[in-house]
């Protein structure tokens, strides 16, 4: 049974940080491109920040320079450093496994994130 477990989401205020975790399970963690997206009240979800099984990473640009995606593929996971928070930045932020070369795709429940005073 696959798994994705996001924690650390919490409420911080404007230019603060927070760390997100994902502990992913089930899978070969190796094979799979790991994403964090996020979804704001109204809006679409939208893709934060990418890192393939190789280590590549991309950012959205509203979020270049101030956050920073990770993994750890001896314990299966994928963190998401959140520095200069914005009220903006306020969401439910997700954790995406995309297999490498299938279709694959997997997704944890969420963790929210508030960024207000």
């Known amino acids: 049974q696959v798994q994705l477990v996001e924690s650390g989401g919490g409420l911080v205020q404007p230019g603060g940080s927070l760390r997100l975790s994902c502990a992913a399970s089930?899978?070969?963690?190796?094979?799979?491109?790991m994403k964090w997206y996020r979804q704001a009240p109204g809006k679409q979800r939208e893709l934060v920040a990418g890192?393939?099984?190789?280590?590549?990473?991309n950012y959205a640009d509203s979020v270049k320079g101030r956050f920073t995606i990770s993994r750890d593929t001896a314990k299966n996971m994928v963190y998401l450093q959140m520095n200069s928070l914005k009220p903006e930045d306020t969401a439910v932020y997700y954790c995406?496994?995309?297999?490498?070369?299938?279709?694959?795709?997997?997704w944890g429940q969420g963790t929210h994130v508030t960024v207000s005073s």
């Open positions: 890192i393939t099984y190789g280590g590549t990473t």
């Open positions: 089930g899978i070969i963690f190796s094979t799979y491109n």
């Open positions: 995406n496994a995309e297999h490498w070369l299938s279709d694959r795709s997997f």
